[in-house]
């Protein structure tokens, strides 16, 4: 992988939802399930998805 900083924004973006979306499900199995749907909803937001429901 080449490093961030040379990666243009575009690259960075992409990257980032990834890791994003990537921390909501690492926190979902490790039983954070509201935690980890907030991560992903601020992906699926930006992707102009259906958001998950909260269970609080």
Do not use: V, W
Not at 3 to 13: F, G, I, K, R, S
Not at 41 to 49: D, K, P, S
């Amino acid at each position: 992988m080449i490093p961030l900083n040379q990666m243009t924004e575009h690259e960075q973006n992409l990257f980032l939802r990834e890791a994003l979306e990537d921390a909501g499900e690492s926190l979902r199995r490790k039983g954070f399930p509201e935690e980890g749907a907030r991560y992903i909803n601020y992906i699926r937001e930006i992707r102009g998805e259906q958001q998950e429901a909260s269970h609080g």
